[in-house]
């Protein structure tokens, strides 16, 4: 198990590195440019991918001095949930209404109906008329 270790840790660092690198903006790269960074993460199998990642990238402070975290926080205060939102609850209000609306049309109509066809049934049934 621990044979295994000792490929696969590396292998794993050498992934990472290598997929890191080719995601880095040409500009961030420090001291070499990107191409060289690639074939050193690659030739220097285990050397290679720890000096990318300690010295061959530019590292951003967060913007602010905040944390990736702490800013996602922000931008989901933007969001407010369906039943928060005004908007949605006026259009809630709307459809409802309009809803309401056409029900009252379907049952006018319906009874229109019912009260046409007991007329004819009664037409019908009376052989005095016709």
């Not at 270790?5 to 590396?10: E, G, T």
């Not at 609850?89 to 309009?98: F, N, P, Q, V, W």
């Not at 019912?114 to 016709?130: F, T, V, Y």
């Amino acid at each position: 198990m621990l044979r295994a270790l000792m490929y696969i840790l590396p292998l794993a660092l050498t992934i990472y590195a290598f997929i890191d690198c080719l995601n880095t903006p040409e500009d961030e790269a420090k001291h070499l440019p990107k191409v060289a960074w690639i074939f050193i993460i690659l030739l220097f199998w285990i050397v290679g991918p720890i000096v990318w990642l300690a010295a061959g990238k530019t590292r951003r402070a967060a913007a602010g001095g905040r944390t990736p975290g702490e800013r996602n926080r922000d931008r989901r205060a933007g969001w407010v949930a369906p039943d928060d939102n005004p908007e949605f609850l006026k259009s809630l209000k709307d459809e409802t209404g309009r809803d309401e609306s056409l029900l009252k049309d379907w049952e006018a109509d319906l009874r229109r109906r019912e009260e046409e066809l007991k007329r004819r049934e009664q037409d019908g049934d009376n052989p005095d008329k016709g």
